[in-house]
């Protein structure tokens, strides 16, 4: 087991939010991970598509993760996110982040989140703060 994954799995236990929506763990390396989950019945709005809080929050787990998977405890100071296409019940999305920017106080990172169709649904953007204290796995 990799580092990154000893924390992902000391941060993923403690994290019942990620549990409760079903995120999968699909790939673990520093600086980047790959989630999926599955958009369920109760995930849905008064539209009948996915509540935007569902893709915020897959891309928000993919964000800590990616980020403290370096061994130093990070933790979001902004992040926003553009919804692109709708999500239906059933629809399977995964995250696919790209790691812009690392220093030794700030990470930046951008998350597609994309369905089984590998069509773009959202776009995330993540601001970490590198606190500096060493993860203990």
Known sequence: ?????????KM?????F??????????EKPGEVVLELTVRHEMLNGFGIAHGGITYSLADSALAFSANGHGIQS????????HTKPSKEGDVLR?????ESLTSKIGIYTIHILNQHSVVVA????TVYRTGKEWEV
């Open 1 to 9: 087991m990799n580092s990154a994954t000893a924390i992902i799995d």
């Open 12 to 16: 993923f236990l403690n994290d019942p």
């Open 18 to 27: 990620s549990q409760w929506l079903g995120i999968k763990r699909i790939e």
């Open 75 to 82: 933790v979001s100071i902004e992040t926003s996110i553009s």
């Open 95 to 99: 995250t696919k982040v790209k790691e």
């Open 123 to 126: 776009l995330f953007k993540g």
